[in-house]
């Protein structure tokens, strides 16, 4: 696999604990903004394919689907409460010249 960074956004457009749906190659992530700093993750919910980017911040960091209430931490991808089980994946990020970069592997 080889790695291709796509600029995703400007920084200015992820909203600090907020969210971004954007499409990077054929795939559908969602930005978060927490502190300051960038994360970026699949916007699919693992469990009930809803998109994460219509869910909820809500406290350490977590990202609540809007579909069914499970919840992920944004800067793992771990599912850290029920009805979700199974992981996200997250995608590296890095800022240059005042843009979003993500990283795919193809």
């Given at each position: 696999?080889?790695?291709?960074?796509?600029?995703?956004?400007?920084?200015?457009?992820?909203?600090?604990?907020?969210?971004?749906?954007?499409?990077?190659?054929?795939?559908?992530?969602?930005l978060?903004?927490?502190?300051?700093?960038?994360?970026?993750?699949?916007?699919?919910?693992?469990?009930?394919?809803?998109?994460?980017?219509?869910?909820?911040?809500?406290?350490?960091?977590?990202?609540?689907?809007?579909?069914?209430?499970?919840?992920?931490?944004?800067?793992?991808?771990?599912?850290?409460?029920?009805?979700?089980?199974?992981?996200?994946?997250?995608?590296?990020?890095?800022?240059?010249?005042?843009k979003?970069?993500?990283?795919?592997?193809?």
């Amino acid at each position: 696999m080889t790695e291709k960074w796509i600029e995703a956004a400007t920084s200015d457009e992820v909203p600090e604990q907020g969210t971004l749906q954007v499409q990077c190659a054929q795939n559908l992530i969602c930005l978060y903004r927490l502190d300051g700093q960038v994360y970026a993750t699949q916007d699919e919910c693992s469990h009930g394919s809803a998109s994460l980017s219509e869910g909820f911040i809500v406290e350490d960091g977590l990202i609540e689907c809007p579909l069914h209430q499970g919840s992920f931490d944004i800067r793992t991808g771990k599912a850290v409460s029920v009805p979700c089980k199974d992981d996200i994946r997250v995608y590296p990020v890095k800022i240059q010249d005042g843009k979003v970069h993500v990283c795919i592997e193809e």
